[in-house]
């Protein structure tokens, strides 16, 4: 039995604790959160035992063997440092830190700690994201040379997961100096990691990112809601592939809608999450001719917390690791750049 920590008990833990409870050999034993009533409810809602207001305490005094850290963005360089000090496993949530620095140094300390280090980025629990990865390594896609990537919302502009103006969940997502990187961290860090999974490495960005006017002095409660809100990516791929990548939280009626479509010379596809996360449309190409979209199932895949939890008990490290988290942070850092210089930025 894998005993888990959680660490932050808002609206992403709810998902996690939910996620973690339906596997065998998983149980979580404690939770820790710096709103008291918060981690209180959460514990009575699931049946934990042990609450904490502080980290520290919590290492020093649960007996647990991993700890999943669900807190804001800010957080996750310092608490998962603790952790690993500690010795415990970690799965981390995205994007794994604030910068790329940060994120290798937890790479590198949870890889001299031998610990399993996972990063939560959760559309790889679609297997079809996961299919087209096999097909484009085994060559089945040929040579790649066109991709074309989005990943929108709309929660500035509706109110289906309630209104921002007074979500404390949404609200530090909209500033930087409450930690956050934006569109392009909070999900533009997913479809980076999407859209790399078939085509391989980054080479260079050019970015260009937008925050939108939100009234009021674009203020609230002292802070200033000055975090990206639509970034549009230009990429070139070690493969030599182009790619057009782009993200907002303005794009009404999508809800959580993500999209890839991969071009090779043997076969393109091309993934709709809103429509399966277990199918993909192909299209195989004999000679110059295309064939017909025909669509394949993809099966299923573990989810990235049932990796986690089986990697912990095998102790064999699972997809996508720490390394991962970092080398995404890298193309999210130089996206930055570019979009500051107004150039692009090879990595
Ligand atoms: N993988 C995904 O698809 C996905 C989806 C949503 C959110 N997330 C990520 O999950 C994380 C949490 O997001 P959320 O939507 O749950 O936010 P949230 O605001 O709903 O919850 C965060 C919680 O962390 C607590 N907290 C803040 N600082 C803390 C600290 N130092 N120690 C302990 N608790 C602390 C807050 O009190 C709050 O309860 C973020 O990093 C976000 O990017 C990932």
């Not at 995205?94 to 140094?105: F, M, S, T, V, Y």
């Not at 409450?178 to 859209?195: E, K, P, Q």
Request: one cysteine or more.
């Amino acid at each position: 039995m894998v005993k888990l920590a959680v660490i932050g008990t808002g609206g992403m833990a709810h998902h996690q604790v939910e996620s973690f409870s339906k596997i065998e050999n998983c149980k979580v034993v404690a939770a820790c959160d710096v709103d008291e009533k918060r981690v209180s409810d959460f514990a009575k809602k699931f049946g934990i035992d042990a609450t904490y207001t502080d980290v520290d305490r919590l290492l020093a005094e649960v007996e647990c063997d991993a700890v999943t850290i669900v807190v804001p963005d800010a957080y996750h360089h310092p608490l998962t440092l603790k952790a690993i000090e500690a010795g415990k496993h970690v799965l981390c949530e995205k994007p794994l830190a604030l910068n790329a620095k940060d994120a290798l140094e937890m790479s590198e300390a949870a890889k001299a700690a031998g610990v399993i280090n996972m990063v939560n980025f959760s559309y790889r629990n679609s297997s079809a994201i996961q299919m087209a990865s096999k097909l484009a390594r085994s060559g089945e896609l040929g040579t790649i040379r066109h991709v074309h990537a989005y990943y929108l919302q709309s929660w500035l502009a509706q109110d289906e997961w309630n209104f921002w103006e007074t979500s404390p969940q949404w609200l530090w997502r909209l500033s930087t100096k409450a930690g956050s990187m934006g569109v392009l961290g909070d999900i533009g860090v997913h479809i980076l990691d999407f859209a790399g999974m078939p085509v391989g490495d980054y080479r260079s960005v050019n970015c260009k990112l937008k925050t939108f006017d939100k009234g009021d002095g674009n203020k609230m409660g002292g802070y200033e809601l000055d975090a990206n809100d639509s970034a549009i990516i230009t990429a070139e791929f070690a493969n030599g592939a182009l790619g057009t990548i782009h993200t907002t939280r303005w794009a009404q009626p999508h809800l959580n809608s993500l999209k890839l479509n991969v071009y090779g010379d043997k076969a393109s596809i091309e993934i709709d999450l809103d429509e399966s996360y277990s199918t993909l449309k192909i299209s195989r190409i004999l000679g110059r001719k295309a064939m017909p979209w025909e669509t394949l199932d993809c099966g299923t895949t573990p989810t990235n917390f049932e990796r986690f939890i089986a990697a912990v008990e095998s102790g064999v490290q699972d997809q996508a690791d720490f390394a991962r988290g970092a080398d995404i942070q890298r193309v999210l850092d130089a996206c930055f750049e570019s979009d500051q210089k107004d150039k692009t930025v090879s990595l």
